[in-house]
């Protein structure tokens, strides 16, 4: 089926900006900004993903990769 990878660790060295301060300028906790990071995380809040497009000044795109050949994790 394929699987979407976040590659907010790309992005956020091309901006140098930390997760500490990211997760401040979105508003939510480092513990979940650090999920979100590392790809641990099923779903994202159109909410959350609008907040780090603004602070990384990008689009969902930037972030966002589908790879067809991965497969889904079972929870």
């Known amino acids: 089926m394929g699987k979407i990878f976040l ?3 790309v992005m ?3 901006r ?3 997760l500490n301060e990211l997760a401040q300028q979105v508003g939510i906790t480092n513990v ?3 999920k979100i990071k590392n790809n ?3 779903a994202v809040r ?3 993903l609008a907040g780090i497009c603004k602070a990384l000044d990008c689009e969902p ?3 966002l990769k589908y790879d067809e050949t991965a497969e889904e994790d079972s929870v």
């Open 61 to 63: 795109g930037d972030i």
């Open 16 to 18: 140098h900006i930390s």
């Open 12 to 14: 956020m060295a091309k």
């Open 32 to 34: 979940n900004m650090s």
């Open 40 to 42: 641990k995380v099923n």
């Open 7 to 9: 590659e907010l660790d």
């Open 46 to 48: 159109f909410s959350t």
